[in-house]
T-cell receptor, first 109, second 119 residues
Framework: DAKTTQPNSMESNEEEPVHLPCNHS???????IHWYRQLPSQGPEYVIH???SNVNNRMASLAIAEDRKSSTLILHRATLRDAAVYYC??????????FGDGTTLTVKP | DTEVTQTPKHLVMGMTNKKSLKCEQH?????MYWYKQKAKKPPELMFV???????INESVPSRFSPECPNSSLLNLHLHALQPEDSALYLC??????????????????FGPGTRLTVL
């Protein structure tokens, strides 16, 4: 299975943008990039996904490098409620996805 | 209703006990999943059911036995567990499973998990 690499932790100030990077150099042509986040004491929740083009939704934006070997999840204005572990996941045709180790985001007031 | 429910929230069991975890969804999803999550680690896929048939078993020991009685319900039967099996067990569901992962059909909805302690 393709692997993802993320920084262990990142910090942000409230109301500022946050850029969470993910490396996936072994990505295949049919792998989609998914992001989930897990708030304390909860199950993971879907954030965003994409294939080649940048994507936006109400929660975040996803910027995908031209060679698709890396991507960045962008939270435009971090709030205290965004403090969570963010997982970057590659999901292929067979539907199987493997969670990376994740980035713990701390948001300071 | 976009909720996946799991019962019980917490479970303590001895190594000789038999217990079951239950997961339910009423979103009409046809794929359901069991994950195991140890503290400060990412979830690890255990089983996937698609249209009530077992599609993936990630080499999980036989002391874990999944069951999908109908499209809304997923059980995980536990027997002769070891202390190292103590973890958070997460259930998830999605509209679809196989095929290209681009559509929102493959978005997984997770339950809050069952915290299992094996003594």
């Amino acid at each position: 299975d393709a692997k993802t690499t993320q920084p262990n932790s990142m910090e942000s100030n409230e109301e500022e943008p946050v850029h969470l990077p993910c490396n996936h150099s072994t990505i295949s042509g049919t792998d989609y990039i998914h992001w989930y986040r897990q708030l304390p004491s909860q199950g993971p929740e879907y954030v965003i996904h994409g294939l080649t083009s940048n994507v936006n939704n109400r929660m975040a934006s996803l910027a995908i490098a031209e060679d698709r070997k890396s991507s960045t999840l962008i939270l435009h204005r971090a709030t205290l409620r965004d403090a969570a572990v963010y997982y970057c996941i590659l999901r292929g045709y067979a539907g199987k996805s493997t969670f990376g180790d994740g980035t713990t985001l701390t948001v300071k007031p | 209703d976009t909720e996946v429910t799991q019962t019980p929230k917490h479970l303590v069991m001895g190594m000789t006990n038999k217990k079951s975890l239950k997961c339910e969804q009423h979103m009409g999803h046809r794929a359901m999943y069991w994950y195991k999550q140890k503290a400060k680690k990412p979830p690890e896929l255990m089983f996937v059911y698609s249209y009530e048939k077992l599609s993936i078993n990630e080499s999980v020991p036989s002391r874990f036995s999944p069951e999908c009685p109908n499209s809304s319900l997923l059980n995980l039967h536990l027997h002769a567990l070891q202390p190292e099996d103590s973890a958070l067990y997460l259930c998830a569901s999605s509209q679809g499973y196989l095929g290209l992962a681009g559509g929102r059909d493959n978005e997984q909805f997770f339950g809050p998990g069952t915290r299992l302690t094996v003594l």
